[in-house]
């Protein structure tokens, strides 16, 4: 893992956009995207940049089970806020939350993890080292799934909700082993709250209880960090 510390999150979004410009470079065609505070100042980045992908496709992560497109919490109307609007992309998918057939909808979304190999995927992470919406215990070759949330996770996401009963309690996230199989991958993680999971993903051992930890076994991973994320790694 090549690790990339950071002042803050301006000059991480800077990094990360540097990234996706490299991988323009490169011919990437398809981008593995994220949700969740972490990676809106990369995505401000791009969006302030000449960077152009009206030719190529992305991917998110993840959906909440339950929400409409359209729903102001919704991970597809997020990236329309901070990315689509300004950078569209030919075309972009995220898994379809109205649809009540879990195994349905992860089918059909693992057809189209296969037929668009991601060139590079962005990850945030959960304060328990979840990666999308994969919680401990996720089997490392999972593809699409449904996902029940945890109690931590419905927490730290409730913030964005009028009410924590709001926060839906299921998602359809990619997989790990779907996540695994972009052929670079770049993890970003903030403040303190995330320091814990930063040192057990980066120095701890690679373990089901820390999805996060499967990167060590990924050959192409950018983690950029800031200070206060990193101030738990021995190195
Ligand atoms: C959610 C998302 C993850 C994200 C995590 C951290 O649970 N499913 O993809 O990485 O939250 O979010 P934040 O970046 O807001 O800390």
Same mark, same amino acid.
Request: charged fraction near 25%.
């Given at each position: 893992m090549k690790i990339i510390k950071v002042k803050n999150q301006v000059e991480g979004g800077q990094v990360g956009a540097r990234i996706f410009q490299e991988a323009l470079q490169n011919k990437a065609q398809v981008f593995g995207l994220a949700t969740g505070s972490t990676p809106i100042s990369i995505y401000d980045a791009i969006a302030k940049?000449?960077?152009?992908?009206?030719?190529k496709i992305s991917i998110n992560l993840d959906e909440y089970k339950?929400?409409?497109?359209?729903?102001?919490?919704?991970y597809r109307h997020f990236m329309q806020e901070h990315l689509f609007n300004e950078k569209p992309f030919k075309k972009s998918y995220v898994p379809d939350?109205?649809?009540?057939d879990g195994f349905a909808e992860s089918d059909r979304y693992d057809a189209i993890l296969d037929e668009f190999p991601r060139d590079l995927q962005i990850l945030g992470l959960g304060?328990?080292?979840?990666?999308?919406?994969?919680?401990?215990?996720?089997?490392?070759?999972?593809?699409t799934h449904e996902v029940d949330l945890t109690e931590s996770t419905i927490e730290a996401n *409730?913030?964005?909700?009028?009410?924590?009963?709001?926060?839906?309690?299921q998602a359809y996230s990619m997989g790990i082993k779907s996540i695994m199989s972009a052929k670079q991958i770049l993890m970003v993680a903030y403040g303190e709250n995330k320091a814990q999971a930063v040192q057990a993903m980066i120095e701890?051992?690679?373990t089901e209880k820390v999805p *996060?930890?499967?990167?060590?076994?990924?050959?192409n991973v950018i983690v950029i960090l800031d200070e206060a994320a990193a101030s738990k790694l021995n190195q």
């Amino acid at each position: 893992m090549k690790i990339i510390k950071v002042k803050n999150q301006v000059e991480g979004g800077q990094v990360g956009a540097r990234i996706f410009q490299e991988a323009l470079q490169n011919k990437a065609q398809v981008f593995g995207l994220a949700t969740g505070s972490t990676p809106i100042s990369i995505y401000d980045a791009i969006a302030k940049s000449d960077m152009d992908f009206s030719d190529k496709i992305s991917i998110n992560l993840d959906e909440y089970k339950g929400l409409s497109g359209d729903h102001n919490q919704s991970y597809r109307h997020f990236m329309q806020e901070h990315l689509f609007n300004e950078k569209p992309f030919k075309k972009s998918y995220v898994p379809d939350g109205l649809n009540p057939d879990g195994f349905a909808e992860s089918d059909r979304y693992d057809a189209i993890l296969d037929e668009f190999p991601r060139d590079l995927q962005i990850l945030g992470l959960g304060q328990n080292g979840h990666i999308g919406f994969n919680e401990p215990g996720t089997s490392f070759e999972s593809t699409t799934h449904e996902v029940d949330l945890t109690e931590s996770t419905i927490e730290a996401n *409730a913030r964005f909700f009028d009410d924590q009963n709001d926060v839906p309690r299921q998602a359809y996230s990619m997989g790990i082993k779907s996540i695994m199989s972009a052929k670079q991958i770049l993890m970003v993680a903030y403040g303190e709250n995330k320091a814990q999971a930063v040192q057990a993903m980066i120095e701890g051992p690679v373990t089901e209880k820390v999805p *996060a930890s499967v990167l060590q076994k990924h050959d192409n991973v950018i983690v950029i960090l800031d200070e206060a994320a990193a101030s738990k790694l021995n190195q």
